[in-house]
């Protein structure tokens, strides 16, 4: 009989030395609380560890053919498939083959182009393609997005032609993923991107010059466009761009940082403050187009150094959040994309021992706002001085994240 500890660690998700508990795990599969073992593993065990879709392509013209993904426990994916002229016209053809899953929050995105002709031109009737792949947000969220996995296929074609240039697929990936979230079910979290093709396009410049590289309109919604996902955040029309303010971080708040993380976060220049506001209002950072990394601050963004909700301290929360520009910096962008987007849990804990690699996005960012904030007398006095001496700060169980990981820009 398979334990439950050989169930957890069939899934990379859990793959050692990660520490994981069981209310994590009954989480990850819907389990209600209170929660049994027993029902823990029974759950566990009906999820796949490969899961295989496939669907026909149809126009209603002389054009045709099928569409395969595979996504796996690991991450791994591969996108097959075929378009076919079996008439008279030849077509250009784009074929966007789209896994969704996670209860709508994820949709994984591939593209594949090219031209097929029928009678009228020599050439091949039939372009098969096929590429494998990793995205990092499948493997941490497989036991989610394998509940419920399904495919839909968006094309688009026109007769002879040419069409499917990195601008064409940007912006109808764009248009895609702001309709998807203003008319799916309870809005969706991100779209991935996976696909040589469609990472190409992520680069592509954008017709708003008012907005952040790598922030655009579509469908009547604000997207983040970054490397490796694409993130709705304002749901607004186009006049939007006028009320969108950003600015890099000043040379105070620089100075301000260094004193926390030292020499460890991107220039300044890179660090883009903006008042656009994620879902559920949540402040949010994601590595942006060119290099840089949008914090997202929402109506913070006029002082976000003032103490606010929990953060009781001056600049606790801008701590906070740049300690995410901190982890964007040094994760996989899929990784940050996925994590940032869909983590909840920000209190670490209490055991101040666990490896730094063990807590997720938002508790690391919290357990350094709570190091920052925990001595208000060392803030207000020796922290003022260009360079303050943290051996009269308060010891704290924190420390040791603070000095071996952060300051020293080690994940």
């Avoid at 395969?68 to 591969?78: D, P």
């Avoid at 996108?79 to 074929?95: D, N």
């Avoid at 090219?114 to 009678?119: A, C, K, L, P, S």
Wanted: aromatic share 8%; net charge neutral.
């Amino acid at each position: 009989m398979t334990s439950l500890k050989q169930s957890v660690r069939r899934f990379d998700l859990y793959a050692p030395p990660q520490i994981v508990s069981l209310r994590e795990v009954a989480d990850g599969v819907g389990a209600e609380r209170p929660v049994s073992a027993r029902e823990v593993l029974r759950r566990l065990d009906a999820v796949p560890s490969e899961v295989r879709l496939a669907e026909p392509v149809t126009t209603g013209t002389a054009l045709g053919g099928r569409a395969e993904m595979v996504l796996r426990s690991n991450g791994t994916y591969t996108s097959t498939g075929h378009m076919r002229a079996t008439g008279f016209p030849s077509f250009a053809f784009v074929v966007q083959p789209t896994v969704e899953g996670g209860g709508g929050r994820f949709r994984a995105l591939a593209v594949h182009q090219g031209r097929v002709f029928g009678t009228d031109t020599p050439g091949d009737r039939q372009r098969n393609w096929s590429e494998d792949g990793r995205n990092e947000a499948v493997r941490q969220n497989w036991l989610t997005f394998a509940r419920d996995a399904r495919l839909t296929v968006r094309k688009e074609w026109e007769v002879s032609g040419v069409l499917g240039t990195l601008g064409d697929i940007a912006t109808a990936v764009a248009q895609f993923v702001g309709a998807a979230a203003v008319t799916g079910s309870g809005g969706m979290a991100a779209a991935l991107v996976i696909g040589s093709r469609l990472g190409e396009a992520a680069h592509e410049p954008w017709p708003f010059p008012g907005l952040p590289a790598g922030v655009t309109i579509a469908s009547g919604v604000l997207l983040v466009f970054g490397p490796a996902a694409i993130v709705p955040a304002l749901a607004a029309g186009v006049a939007v761009e006028a009320l969108v303010d950003h600015r890099p971080l000043s040379t105070e708040e620089e100075a301000f940082a260094v004193k926390v993380f030292g020499p460890t976060l991107p220039p300044r220049e890179q660090i883009i403050l903006t008042n656009i506001s994620g879902l559920d209002d949540r402040a949010f950072v994601v590595p942006g187009a060119g290099g840089s990394y949008l914090v997202n601050l929402g109506d913070h963004f006029d002082d976000p150094m003032a103490p606010r909700g929990k953060y009781r301290q001056r600049g606790q929360m801008l701590i906070h959040e740049l300690t995410h520009v901190w982890q964007a910096k040094r994760w996989p962008a899929t990784t940050y994309f996925c994590q940032g987007v869909t983590e909840s849990t920000y209190e670490p804990g209490g055991d101040p021992g666990r490896p730094w690699s063990a807590y997720g996005i938002e508790q690391q960012a919290t357990i350094v706002d709570r190091w920052y904030a925990a001595d208000p007398g060392f803030l207000t006095g020796e922290f003022q001085k260009p360079h303050p001496n943290f051996s009269l700060k308060a010891a704290h169980p924190y420390d040791h994240y603070i000095h071996l990981h952060i300051r020293a820009g080690m994940t």
